[in-house]
């Protein structure tokens, strides 16, 4: 086996491994299954990468989502390592390769979406690979109390069973205790140790502000704090809005969201990493993948659906370690219109029926027809076509994928590849009786290597400029050797996608497990209280409730929150604090008091602390005072 050491020096640059790396890599290499709970930016990819090297044979990597997989395999590949991904926007014949290769040790890691482990083609090729470890990525999607659930993940222990001696490691950002458990269980993992990285982040601090003015409380902080920052909106239009209000006022801005071009994004992307757009405008598909070290602040304009992915976008701040800033701004509004939203937004059975029978008629599928098809999707089409809101047909598509019916891939530039499928004499002898197709012919075999063996990325445009044509021209004359069955040539692809993982039924012969829908619309709706009750709460310390919420119940006071300063400020301890709190708080759950008849019935601590604590709880809104001059507790409403 390679020095772990060794491999880290020569593929990262790196000279040490962060903590836990080491001792997870080294329970894992003593052939324990392992977990690790490591957070946004805590190096959860070295922990699977660095072993899959030290070991001989193949890693499969199990991921959820293609830009993922993909962000990781080019990494991978600029580094030296030979790695490969399949996933649903794929031809056949690319991935007939890519297994091919893997079962010809010619890979060191191959990443697969968790549908694609179920299918035939894959179960009879992967008993041929010399399989050295399978690494479960954003295993939070297995439980379905999690945020992010994929049922598809489930079905992952069927791999393990198909590879027994196999060991396996779980590593996920964001979970619960509830959620670990689950891991656990459904992976049926070996060893129940878990590698927890503390949630807690020294340098970045949290803060949540209540303002009317959203937009100038954000330039203000926009302009006082030095440095790159990302603005999560939830509103692909608001991004826009937002970052022309920013280039107004002499911000460099810029913004992003799904619905743009793959070249706009990645210009748009490329720019802001390098510096030459300090922020960036944008919604959440924005930061999966992005690895940028000195983001001085996140700041969210709208309230986020649950804490895990708050944490997550949260935690794209001061991952170099330098002081930070998470900021929440809210008004008074956004609470209501949040909930009334999710209100909004639930859907019936029968809607679910309706508009998964919509979708068979969008794609013009026959009863009984197109399983496992994929097919380009316009949300912004289909929604108009048969007068939809955007949001529920989101929600239902999410619901659909859940049931194991069909599954809804995000937009992922895939650029255009090509492979001649004929011989090289068939090839030499179309080049001598259609001289006009000699200089393309000579130009891609000069250009890409292997293109008889397996598929490589084109560029039309480049083609195009070498020979002096039009790209339309190339693209013509590669469709019609490709009618000829001379090569195969898969034009770039940039949007999203529907695969049918079932054949099209009828709507009412449509299996839907109701009790299950019903209950993820309340968690959902469980989540987003949640997330608001760490909104509104105003005398704990930020950190603090976002560890415990992941298990961590002993974080101490982070002292950098917004209410650990306030707490400063009023020069208040924090343990003596909170049991004073606590006393005045359960004492005005059943009346109304004044401050002398309070004081007197918290007899047992010094009446200056409880004179503090009081005009603490006054200044942070959680006790207001009514006309009559007495304390009122505010109780934040769930």
Not at 68 to 86: F, P
Not at 485 to 504: C, G, H, M, V, W
């Amino acid at each position: 086996m390679k020095n772990l050491h060794e491999i880290l020096q020569q593929y990262w640059g790196f000279n040490s491994f962060r903590t836990p790396q080491q001792e997870i890599i080294e329970h894992f290499l003593s052939g324990q299954d392992t977990l690790a709970l490591l957070p946004t930016g805590g190096g959860k990819s070295i922990c699977f990468q660095v072993p899959a090297l030290a070991l001989d044979g193949l890693c499969i990597v199990i991921s959820p989502l293609i830009a993922l997989m993909k962000d990781q395999v080019d990494n991978l590949q600029k580094r030296g390592i030979a790695a490969a991904s399949i996933n649903s926007s794929m031809h056949y014949k690319q991935i007939d390769i890519v297994l091919n290769n893997a079962m010809q040790n010619q890979y060191k890691l191959l990443y697969i979406s968790p549908e694609r482990i179920h299918t035939d083609i894959f179960l009879a090729r992967v008993k041929n690979m010399n399989v050295s470890m399978i690494a479960v990525d954003e295993a939070h999607c297995i439980s379905q109390w999690g945020y992010d659930f994929r049922p598809s993940y489930q079905k992952i222990i069927s791999l393990r069973e198909l590879l027994p001696q196999v060991p396996c490691m779980a590593l996920t950002a964001t979970a619960t205790e509830e959620v670990v458990l689950d891991i656990q269980e459904k992976l049926k993992l070996n060893s129940k140790q878990v590698f927890k990285k503390s949630f807690a982040r020294s340098n970045l601090a949290y803060v949540v502000m209540e303002e009317e003015n959203k937009w100038g409380k954000l330039l203000d902080i926009v302009q006082k704090v030095n440095g790159t920052g990302i603005i999560y909106v939830r509103n692909r239009k608001r991004t826009k809005e937002i970052a022309e209000y920013l280039w107004k006022q002499s911000v460099s801005a810029d913004f992003y969201h799904a619905g743009l071009s793959s070249d706009e994004r990645e210009q748009k992307q490329v720019n802001w990493i390098q510096g030459k757009t300090r922020v960036i405008v944008c919604t959440n598909a924005f930061g999966m993948g992005i690895d940028k070290p000195d983001v001085r602040f996140v700041i969210h304009l709208d309230i986020p659906p649950d804490i895990e992915s708050y944490y997550q976008e949260a935690g794209r701040a001061g991952r170099d370690g330098k002081k930070s800033y998470a900021v929440c701004l809210y008004n008074s509004l956004d609470i209501e219109n949040t909930k009334q939203s999710i209100l909004e937004n639930e859907f019936s059975i029968d809607e679910i029926r309706e508009c998964y029978d919509y979708l068979g008629q969008f794609f013009h599928l026959a009863i009984g027809s197109g399983q496992f098809e994929t097919f380009d999707f316009s949300i912004e089409d289909f929604c108009k076509k048969y007068a939809l809101k955007a949001a529920k047909v989101l929600s239902i598509l999410k619901i659909l994928e859940q049931q194991e019916i069909l599954h809804a891939n995000e937009a992922v530039y895939n650029a255009s590849k090509l492979m001649f499928t004929c011989s090289n004499e068939d090839l030499y002898k179309l080049q001598i009786s259609h001289k006009q197709y000699d200089p393309l012919i000579k130009l891609l075999l000069r250009s890409y290597g292997g293109l008889f063996d397996n598929y490589a990325f084109i560029k039309e445009s480049f083609l195009a400029n070498k020979l002096k044509t039009s790209v339309e021209n190339i693209k013509k004359a590669l469709v019609l050797l490709q009618s000829h069955q001379y090569l195969d040539y898969i034009p770039e692809k940039n949007s999203p996608t529907i695969e049918f993982l079932q054949a099209r039924h009828s709507k009412s012969n449509l299996l839907l497990d109701t009790s299950f829908i019903i209950s993820r619309q309340k968690l959902k709706f469980k989540k987003c209280n949640e997330m608001i009750h760490y909104m509104q709460s105003e005398h704990l310390c930020r950190t603090k409730i976002l560890c415990a919420y992941f298990g961590d119940k002993d974080t101490p006071d982070c002292q950098v929150c917004d209410v650990c300063l306030k707490k400063k400020k009023l020069g208040l301890q924090d343990d003596k604090y909170a049991q004073i709190c606590e006393r005045i708080i359960e004492q005005l759950a059943y009346k109304e008091q004044n401050i002398a008849s309070l004081v007197k019935s918290i007899s047992a601590e010094k009446e200056a602390d409880i004179v503090q604590c009081i005009q603490w709880l006054l200044e942070t809104r959680v006790l207001s005072q009514n006309d009559t001059g007495k304390l009122v507790w505010q109780k934040t409403s769930n």
